[in-house]
């Protein structure tokens, strides 16, 4: 609607494209963020440039205004109800002065063994931990959980685990069959000290986990959330399944996997680079995924794209283990750009305070968002 208002027929694609490539560039500018007027002329530069590059090797057809270019670039800054953050950082000052400041998340999990005895595994030494059902558990150097098996008579006891991360923690584990598994925060998984002997590698998954399975063509695995079931045999992806979400989400970043629900018991075959949103009384839905996103935690980012403010409070709620508060109306703001994880909550909130569509006071471990 917006490309057709301009009246650059034939020209949409390459010309919207061109702009977002521009606007999600994660350079930082050298003018302060709130400068517009600064900001569209960089824009407006780059982009006639890459335009007019672009008309050397094939021409576009139609006839181009470059004044309605600018403005075009213009509405999706601003209009478009989106705001592009440019993130290095070092270079920004604070906007904000809060009452304290919040620690990022750390490398920390609860494991759970089927006697109900818990470990907390970031006040364990490293080394072993236990051995249940024929199967040893040890903690590596680098922090890693990982299962193996000892003893193949006893191994093929069904002894369940559950490893678990609260708020501003996350793991990695090593499952017996040489599967890896990184959790994300506020997240469990509960799965077999052994997979011997069993037909199926199912576990149960609450939250958000990368998986990357050990091929085993004889014995697929399954990984259940509240809302669907992944078959695999060998690959890699990450579901995203938070009871506070509106729907589990699949990524497939390579291999082949299969999503099932409740409505859809045959499932959806997933393809590389496509995900599966699945919610409630409704079909499974398949798209192309934006693999950067799905794989931020995991890469140790937060790459918001397009998000809504209450979207991003719910992912730096689990992070950093604080309570949301909203005072006000809601801001109806979209927000896109990344910043590393392991920053101060600080200096995420002056981020998103560039917009100045939101403002933050942080309390202990309560922020509140206001307008």
């Known amino acids: 609607m917006l490309l057709e208002y301009f009246e650059v027929p034939g020209n949409e694609m390459a010309l919207k494209e061109l702009i977002l490539q521009e606007l999600q560039q994660q350079q930082e500018l050298t003018v302060p963020v709130p400068d517009v007027d600064q900001r569209l002329a960089n824009i407006y530069s780059k982009v006639t440039q890459q335009i007019r590059q672009e008309k050397a090797v094939h021409k576009l057809p139609g006839k181009i205004s470059w004044k309605r270019i600018a403005a075009a670039a213009a509405i999706v800054m601003m209009l478009g109800s989106t705001y592009y953050l440019f993130l290095q950082t070092g270079r920004h000052k604070h906007m904000a002065r809060y009452a304290n400041d919040i620690a990022p998340g750390k490398s920390s999990a609860t494991l759970t063994l089927a006697n109900g005895t818990k470990i907390v595994l970031s006040d364990a030494a490293n ?65 077999p000290a052994s997979f011997a002997s069993l037909k199926q590698r199912r576990i149960e998954l609450s939250g958000e986990a990368y998986f990357e399975i050990a091929p085993d063509a004889a014995h697929p ?34 291999g082949s996997v299969r999503v099932a629900d409740a409505l859809a018991s045959k499932g959806e075959i997933l393809k590389p680079g496509q995900q599966a949103v699945v919610k409630e009384n409704s079909p499974i839905m398949i798209m192309p995924a934006n693999i950067k996103a799905a794989m931020a935690w995991k890469n140790g980012y937060f790459r918001f794209n397009n998000g809504s403010i209450n979207e991003i409070m719910l992912q730096l709620g689990r992070w950093y283990n604080i309570e949301v508060r909203y005072e006000g109306k809601l801001s109806e703001e979209r927000f896109s750009g990344n910043i590393s994880r392991n920053k101060n909550i600080s200096e995420v909130l002056d981020m998103l305070s560039y917009s100045n569509a939101v403002k933050f006071k942080v309390e202990g471990r309560v922020v509140t968002v206001m307008p």
């Open 221 to 254: 695995f399954i990984v259940k959330t509240d809302r669907q079931e992944v078959q695999v045999l060998g690959t890699r992806f990450n579901i995203n399944s938070y009871k506070d979400a509106a729907a589990t989400v699949t990524t497939l970043l390579d």
């Open 127 to 191: 080394g072993k931990l236990a051995e249940q059902a024929g199967v040893s558990i040890s903690k590596t150097d680098s922090g890693q959980l990982v299962y193996e098996i000892k003893d193949q008579q006893t191994a093929g006891m069904n002894v369940m685990n559950t490893l678990t991360t609260a708020n501003g923690e996350t793991y990695r584990l090593r499952l017996p069959d040489q599967s890896e598994v990184w959790l994300n925060a506020a997240s469990s998984i509960r799965f």
